[in-house]
């Protein structure tokens, strides 16, 4: 691939959580602003490549173990057996030759993307990813967190010895099924910047351990990023959509910064949702310098500012398309 792909994903959370910290709560930084990892959105799209039957590398998968003492667990499968798995390999320990192992690691579709950290068994290998995600920060300011409690079908096993107590509201509690809480945002919108740079495979490429990054991997990414979060319907996540994207293909030599900067969200009065996007007069700057410019949005409910004709009237090399549909606005 002969370009740089430059970009912002747009994810929609309503009455869900789509990316917790280790208190339940949606994630935030220190002035309080919601965020979400770029973990959070690589996630639903390794799940949709595995689905599809792609190598995925870096994705839980679990296994049963018996111990000498006849036990049966069922735990996480370490890298090493990860890889062995997915790639058939007995044992990752006699591997000598790493140049098989770097060829191995270019077939995880996972990796191709976003890179790998591979330190297993005589193997330290870092791969930078052709494909940045950045950050994903709420850019809507009235968002709120929702506690909502759950009751549980079951009483709590730990409380039998509560059932000896001389205290009543003990007893009662020992006999009854116990509460928990699910927490939520009642609306979020996530937005991440990411970046692609074929070039970052070049030393990989004259090693000869792949062809480096291609169009089909560009496709691939792209039809993950515009679908998966939709698709993952998770307890959690079942209020997560993609909502936004685009795409700014550039001539190999443009550096563009992060796009998110220059992209504001609110709501209407009629409860639409605006996004303003900003960095209109870069791209009417750099316009010799891109190739196109791919605009997905949810047509139903969203709107774009400046309109899209007003867009399009000094921009020639835009698409409008509806991101359900992919059929152009």
């Not at 173990?65 to 006849?70: A, F, I, N």
């Not at 020992?174 to 070049?202: C, M, Q, R, W």
């Not at 209407?268 to 900003?278: A, F, R, V, Y």
Request: with cysteine.
């Amino acid at each position: 691939m002969n370009k740089r792909v430059y970009g912002v994903l747009g994810i929609k959370s309503v009455m869900s959580n789509w990316n917790a910290d280790f208190s339940g709560y949606p994630k935030t930084i220190s002035t309080g602003e919601i965020f979400g990892s770029d973990k959070a959105l690589k996630f639903p799209m390794k799940k949709m490549w595995e689905n599809e039957g792609e190598k995925v590398l870096y994705i839980k998968s679990l296994k049963i173990d018996e111990s000498k003492k006849g036990e049966i667990k069922v735990r996480p499968k370490s890298l090493k057996e990860r890889y062995e798995e997915l790639f058939d390999i007995e044992d990752l320990k006699v591997e000598k030759n790493q140049q098989n192992v770097l060829e191995n690691l270019f077939k995880a579709i996972d990796v191709k993307n976003f890179g790998a950290t591979f330190a297993e068994v005589g193997n330290n290998i870092g791969i930078t990813g052709a494909v940045q995600i950045g950050q994903g920060f709420n850019k809507y300011e009235d968002s709120n967190v929702e506690e909502q409690q759950i009751l549980s079908p079951f009483r709590d096993s730990k409380a039998k010895d509560k059932k000896k107590s001389t205290n009543e509201e003990e007893k009662e509690d020992a006999n009854s099924t116990t509460l928990g809480k699910k927490i939520v945002s009642d609306e979020a919108h996530y937005f991440y910047p990411f970046s692609i740079n074929p070039k970052a495979y070049e030393a990989f490429v004259s090693m000869g351990v792949t062809e480096g990054y291609t169009e089909n991997d560009y496709k691939k990414f792209k039809e993950v990023a515009l679908v998966s979060a939709t698709a993952f319907n998770t307890n959690s996540k079942i209020g997560c959509e993609n909502e936004f994207a685009i795409f700014i293909e550039t001539n190999e030599e443009v550096y563009l910064p992060d796009l998110t900067q220059y992209i504001a969200f609110k709501k209407k009065e009629n409860e639409n949702d605006l996004i303003s996007l900003n960095m209109i007069d870069l791209m009417i700057d750099l316009a010799e310098e891109i190739n196109s410019i791919e605009i997905y949005y949810n047509p139903y409910k969203t709107e774009i500012k400046p309109s899209k004709e007003k867009i399009a009237s000094k921009l020639d090399k835009v698409k409008f398309i509806n991101i359900f549909t992919r059929k152009e606005v």
